[in-house]
């Protein structure tokens, strides 16, 4: 795979998680009959926010493989290894919220931030080498 397919291939990946959380926002709502935002229920609330974290953290990492791609400073084995934990992460993430019902966080959601935080802090330092140190 060139580094290019790499960054589409997680980035479609990523691109369906979102989906499958609109559509259990969707799925929610309706089973809770709730037209907009949350409604005060916990399960849509849920939900909401599983879509919502995604939909904040997705993009960031979709710009961020194109960079790589393109700028090309770290090994195609390293941008699986970021890309798969990314995206390893939006999923323990996305089940966790959505499913966890008990007291604090929960061990998906925890998961989840942990491993799409070190790809996130992983991803900027190959775009700062890629800008810096590469050129």
Same mark, same amino acid.
């Given at each position: 795979?060139?580094?290019?397919?790499?960054?589409?291939?997680?980035?479609?990946?990523?691109?369906? @998680?979102?989906?499958?959380?609109?559509?259990?926002?969707?799925? $929610?709502?309706? %089973?809770? #009959?709730?037209?907009? +935002?949350? /409604?005060?229920?916990?399960?849509?609330?849920?939900?909401?926010?599983?879509?919502?974290?995604?939909?904040?953290?997705?993009?960031?990492?979709?710009?961020?493989?194109?960079?790589?791609?393109?700028?090309?400073? @770290?090994?195609?084995?390293?941008?699986?290894?970021?890309?798969? $934990?990314?995206? %390893?992460? #939006?999923?323990?993430? +996305?089940? /966790?919220?959505?499913?966890?019902?008990?007291?604090?966080?929960?061990?998906?959601?925890?998961?989840?931030?942990?491993?799409?935080?070190?790809?996130?802090?992983?991803?900027?330092?190959?775009?700062?080498?890629?800008?810096?140190?590469?050129?």
């Amino acid at each position: 795979m060139t580094k290019l397919e790499i960054a589409a291939f997680y980035s479609a990946i990523n691109v369906l @998680i979102l989906v499958i959380l609109i559509f259990g926002v969707v799925s $929610a709502r309706r %089973a809770n #009959r709730v037209v907009l +935002g949350d /409604g005060g229920n916990p399960v849509v609330l849920r939900a909401v926010r599983a879509h919502g974290n995604a939909a904040e953290t997705i993009p960031v990492a979709i710009g961020a493989l194109l960079f790589l791609s393109l700028l090309d400073p @770290i090994p195609s084995w390293a941008m699986h290894l970021l890309g798969a $934990a990314f995206t %390893a992460g #939006r999923l323990a993430h +996305g089940y /966790g919220v959505s499913t966890f019902t008990g007291p604090g966080p929960g061990p998906g959601r925890m998961i989840g931030m942990g491993l799409t935080t070190f790809s996130l802090i992983g991803f900027a330092i190959a775009l700062f080498w890629g800008a810096f140190v590469r050129a």
